[in-house]
Each structure stands twice: as C-alpha cells, then as structure tokens.
C-alpha cells in the first residue's frame, strides 16, 4: 500500500516569492494534517481537514497561508508571498478518522527561502 | 496548554547497549501518550502508543510505560542496534474527536558499530 506521497521534496525560492506543496493522502484516509517542522523543533499542526472541511486552522498564518483539499483527497498548502522565516520542513499526514486513529506522514518538503 | 519536554540530545551509544530517552509532560485531562521516530530521509512513523495510566506500549524491543504520578513516557530498550540510528519525538494527544499531537523537540540517536 502506498504511503502518503508529497511533492516537492525540496524546493528553493527567493523571499516574496510564491511556492505551493501538495500532498496525496493514503486511500480511504479522510482526515489529512499539515505541520511545519522548524530546525531542531518537532512538528506543530497548521491545519487539519475531515474530508473537504478544514475543522482546525487556529495556527495557520491566514495573512500569507492558504490550503485546500478539493474533492476531499489530494491537498495543496500554499505560502504567497515567502517570507526568510518560512524556511522549515512542511509535513503532511492523514489518518482514517480524527481523534487516536494513527497518523501517517510523508516525507515531507524542505523548503529553503533566500 | 500541552506540552511535551524530552531530554536534551544527540544520544550516542555502543551497539548492544541500553537506553533510555526521557520525556515528561504536561497536559489537562488524561491524554494519550506516543513516541515516533524518523529514520534518515523518511517520514515520521508511530512506534508505540499508550492510552491510559500504566500502560506499557512496546514494538521492536522498545518500551514506554505511561506514569500518570510522574507524568511521564520514557522510551526504553536494552540493546540498541546500528538501525536505530534515528530522531526520536515523544509526543500526546487530549483524548476526543477535536484532538491532535503536540510533540516534543525530538532526540537524534546514534548508534556506533
């Protein structure tokens, strides 16, 4: 069975510059997390969705941040415009239902901001 | 609000030897308690879980008994081997459908031949 798959894996950009990761969530999976992931930190949740519905984004910067999840599968996190601070490891995960059920995580995206 | 402390790393050791990984934390409630590792240029992966005062989860030979009185999760394992070699997050979980992690900074591993 596949496991959750993002891209890119890596991704360098030029601060104010606009950068999107995407993220495919293992099949039948229905909830699916974003977390960013500083330097010698662990992961923090930006938002969470069951199914199409973003249920917890409180940590997410609405000012530069955005994500969807169309059709309640695949996800994009996008970041417009990039900021230096930005430079981090961009997570995603998904589990079959909120709560204690497993949560299962990419590879992640290691982004780098000049 | 939540919180997860681990012990400040790296950790090295010798193959065979034994460990112990310190996480302590603090949280309302009776949350869930968890420890994930990360092996180099993979994804984060559960490695054991506990969901309730004194219970032991335990996978690959590691341990982790939850210690509601001293509010604390350390992973344990008496005999390392070079595949180890990972960073190691505690982490917990308030119980309910609106819950998530909270993880601690992480500890990397090294285990020396």
């Known amino acids: 069975e596949a496991g959750v798959v993002q891209s890119p894996r890596y991704k360098i950009i030029e601060k104010k510059q606009p950068v999107a990761f995407w993220c495919n969530p293992i099949?039948?999976?229905?909830?699916l997390y974003w977390y960013l992931q500083n330097l010698g930190q662990g992961p923090e949740l930006l938002i969470r969705?069951?199914?199409?519905?973003?249920?917890?984004d409180s940590q997410l910067p609405k000012d530069r941040f955005s994500a969807e999840r169309l059709k309640g599968v695949d996800s994009t996190l996008k970041i417009q415009p990039a900021e230096l601070g930005d430079s981090a490891v961009y997570l995603c995960a998904s589990s079959l239902g909120p709560g204690l059920e497993t949560q299962y995580f990419g590879p992640g995206t290691r982004l780098l901001v000049l | 609000g939540n919180s997860v402390t681990q012990m400040e790393g790296p950790v090295t050791l010798s193959e065979e030897a034994f460990l112990t990984i310190n996480c302590t934390y603090t949280a309302t409630g009776y949350p869930s308690l968890f420890w994930y590792v990360q092996y180099p240029g993979e994804g984060l992966q559960l490695l054991l879980k506990?969901?309730?005062?004194?219970d032991k989860g335990s996978n690959k030979g590691f341990e982790a008994t939850y210690r509601k009185e001293t509010t604390s999760f350390h992973l344990e394992k008496g005999s390392v081997q070079v595949s180890d070699s990972a960073v190691y997050f505690c982490?917990?979980?308030?119980?309910?459908?609106?819950?998530?992690?909270?993880f601690g900074k992480g500890i990397t591993l090294s285990v020396r031949p």
């Open positions: 099949s039948g999976h229905n909830t």
């Open positions: 506990a969901t309730k005062a004194d």
């Open positions: 982490a917990l979980s308030d119980t309910g459908a609106n819950s998530k992690l909270t």
């Open positions: 969705y069951e199914n199409e519905e973003a249920v917890d």
